[in-house]
């Protein structure tokens, strides 16, 4: 059942709705290059990048949509892709 306008009125059904299983590319984020400045983080426009406890940044793969963003925003090219594997 479609409720009125779509809307979702369960609190915290973003962490349910995963976005990452139609990815075309997968971004590959390689942490001995990363500088740290945070532009991945920020630019991301699903908030699939996160910082781990030692300050190093991670992809979440369940959230990640593979729009790149992130790849072409960093500026040490961190950041490579691969075609997704079904
Ligand atoms: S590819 Fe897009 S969705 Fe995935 S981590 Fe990079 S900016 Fe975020
Ligand atoms: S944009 Fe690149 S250098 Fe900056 S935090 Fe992200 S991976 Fe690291």
């Known amino acids: 059942m479609v409720t009125i306008a779509a809307i979702i009125y369960e609190p915290g059904n973003s962490i349910k709705n995963k976005t990452g299983s139609w990815r075309t590319f997968r971004p590959i984020l390689d942490n001995e290059k990363c500088v740290k400045c945070e532009n991945c983080y920020i630019f991301c426009p699903e908030g699939a990048i996160q910082e781990d406890e030692n300050g190093n940044f991670k992809i979440n793969y369940d959230y990640c949509k593979g729009c790149l963003i992130c ?8 950041i490579t892709k691969v075609r997704e594997e079904k």
């Open 71 to 78: 790849m072409n925003e960093c500026p040490v090219n961190a």
